[in-house]
């Protein structure tokens, strides 16, 4: 019997690494809208999706599916190309099982108008918490690049106390520097403390915001407001992990001269081969409970 046709579609760096894995764990992985030295001899690579597409029993779609609108994400092909999802979206088997990260409004309006049943990557616990290690790695290199001051001996603070705010914890705790991290549950404040770090409730972040050399926030709402960057001493950085637009008040930062960042899909990005390998762990269950195994 031949091994099962696994189709890439677009994809960052990790999805390199991910094919490449999967053709290593005996898939026949077709790369389509993807293509880079660095892919595994095994790997095919179609120059048109249409000789590939209808034979895949899966199909792994980027994370973020689209950039902008319902063009593939695809920084690995060419860019004078058409990449817009529609255009095969049509010759997706209906017994296909499609996987893919972040599927935004406009991508399932189009998925639900061709009848499309996708899985959303970014919805599964395991591959958060798998993500966070990567995650706080990025965090880490992130804070050194914009600090003036080494961690180790630094004070700073975690907002948050979730699967990327403990693993973050953890790595500066390990640095040498002095954490407080922050939780709005009395049970978190209290594992927070079993953990030698200081406890502080998020709502009270501005009070404590004097002393640190560095906030890393991981809470998705708008927690680092303008009380806690007034509070913020010279010189304190806030590196913001939490998904778009973050949680922090990036204008009044600029206004006040703060220097604030941003840092969206650290993974991809510090890590991509792991990121890659996360991603392979993640979907080889799926693949497996729905019989497309090797
Ligand atoms: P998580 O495990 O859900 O942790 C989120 C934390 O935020 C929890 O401590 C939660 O508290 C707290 N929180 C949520 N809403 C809050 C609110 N309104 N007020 C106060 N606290 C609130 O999530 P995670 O996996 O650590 O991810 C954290 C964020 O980073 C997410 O936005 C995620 O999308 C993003 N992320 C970014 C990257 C990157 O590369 N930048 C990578 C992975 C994840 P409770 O436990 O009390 O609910």
């Not at 699967?163 to 705790?173: E, H, I, K, P, Q």
């Not at 220097?259 to 990121?275: I, Q």
Request: charged fraction near 20%.
């Amino acid at each position: 019997m031949n091994n099962p046709n696994i189709g890439v579609l677009g994809g960052d760096a990790r999805y390199i690494h991910l094919a490449n894995a999967l053709s290593r764990d005996g898939y026949e992985v077709h790369c389509m809208f993807l293509d880079s030295p660095r892919l595994a001899r095994g790997v095919h690579r179609a120059e048109d999706f249409r000789d590939a597409l209808p034979f895949c029993a899966a199909l792994l779609l980027p994370t973020p599916v689209c950039g902008q609108g319902l063009e593939l994400n695809a920084p690995y092909w060419p860019q004078d190309r058409n990449r817009d999802i529609g255009q095969f979206l049509g010759d997706i088997g209906k017994t296909a099982l499609v996987l893919g990260g972040a599927f935004s409004p406009a991508v399932k309006a189009a998925f639900a108008a061709k009848e499309l049943r996708f899985i959303d990557l970014m919805e599964r616990d395991d591959l958060a918490a798998a993500n966070a290690l990567p995650t706080a790695e990025g965090a880490v290199a992130m804070a050194m690049e914009q600090m003036e001051i080494t961690l180790s001996g630094s004070r700073s603070c975690v907002v948050g106390c979730g699967r990327c705010g403990r693993v973050l914890a953890r790595l500066l705790a390990a640095m040498g520097s002095r954490v407080t991290v922050t939780a709005r549950r009395p049970g978190q404040l209290t594992w927070i403390a079993d953990q030698g770090w200081t406890p502080l409730e998020t709502g009270r972040l501005a009070q404590g915001a004097g002393e640190w050399d560095v906030v890393f926030n991981t809470v998705p709402a708008p927690v680092v407001d303008r009380r806690v960057l007034d509070a913020l001493g010279p010189g304190a950085v806030v590196i913001d992990l939490a998904s778009r637009p973050g949680g922090t008040d990036f204008l009044y930062a600029a206004q006040r001269g703060i220097t604030a960042v941003l840092a969206p899909g650290l993974p991809g990005k510090v890590a991509p081969k792991t990121a890659g390998l996360i991603l392979r762990d993640t979907i080889l269950p799926i693949l497996r409970e729905r019989g497309i195994s090797v």
